[in-house]
């Protein structure tokens, strides 16, 4: 079966650092990864996916993803954090329906 | 429309009591899915439709829970005999074709007491 795993339950990052949070995924073929943003009380928020091509994939919001195969990895990104990326991140991938990870919480601080 | 609705936003049953929830797909998508969001923010997949049609209904626990995706209609999910452990925001997506992205609805809070 296809499933995604999120290592980290938070994340916490200053305002205009880097940030990064963690998937790695575990599937039979071809994987098609997608990362998905919700903010309180609201639905989720497609951001980007993988399906073939370059393994670096650019979102919305200034997001990016970087898919490595040998590390079974798609770890999110963002060069410069802001307050206003605090939210709840999901990783996905496509099965029937999407199975998600459980989520990780990035907290940006001023 | 342009987006997924679902209504209605908030739903309070008495256990035992049922509830039917509803979902109108972005227009021109062929596929509407069925999540359960519980309080650890886990996302648990019910049941897809493509047009009108059972895509998988592998999550679903069938002795309570229903969907329907008719023509012409929204689409539904019906719980009869609400429990307490159905108690959960219910989110509702659609997609161009099942292997692209999913925009999703923003939920329905079904509280059962």
């Known amino acids: 079966a296809q499933s995604v795993a999120q290592p980290e339950d938070q994340v916490n990052v200053a305002e205009g650092n880097p940030l990064t949070v963690k998937c790695t995924y575990s599937v039979s073929g071809n994987p098609y990864l997608f990362w998905y943003v919700q903010y309180p009380n609201r639905g989720l928020q497609f951001l980007l996916k993988y399906i073939t091509g370059d393994n670096l994939v650019k979102g919305s919001y200034g997001f990016e993803a970087e898919f490595n195969k040998s590390q079974t990895s798609f770890h999110l990104k963002k060069p410069s954090a802001l307050v206003s990326d605090s939210a709840l991140y999901f990783c996905?991938?496509?099965?029937?329906?999407?199975?998600f990870g459980a989520g990780t919480r990035l907290t940006v601080k001023p | 429309g342009e987006e997924v609705a679902q209504t209605p936003k908030h739903l309070v049953r008495g256990e035992g009591q049922k509830a039917k929830l509803y979902c109108a797909p972005i227009?021109?998508?062929?596929?509407v899915f069925w999540y359960q969001q519980v309080l650890k923010n886990e996302f648990k997949f019910l049941i897809s439709?493509?047009?009108?049609?059972?895509?998988?209904e592998t999550g679903m626990p069938k002795e309570r829970f229903s969907a329907k995706c008719l023509p012409n209609s929204p689409c539904s999910l019906e719980i009869q005999a609400t429990k307490l452990e159905d108690s959960a925001v219910y989110f509702c997506a659609s997609s161009q074709s099942g292997g692209n992205e999913q925009f999703f609805g923003p939920g329905t809070r079904l509280t059962v007491l």
């Open positions: 227009k021109g998508h062929s596929y």
């Open positions: 996905a991938v496509r099965d029937i329906g999407m199975r």
């Open positions: 439709f493509q047009n009108e049609n059972v895509f998988d």
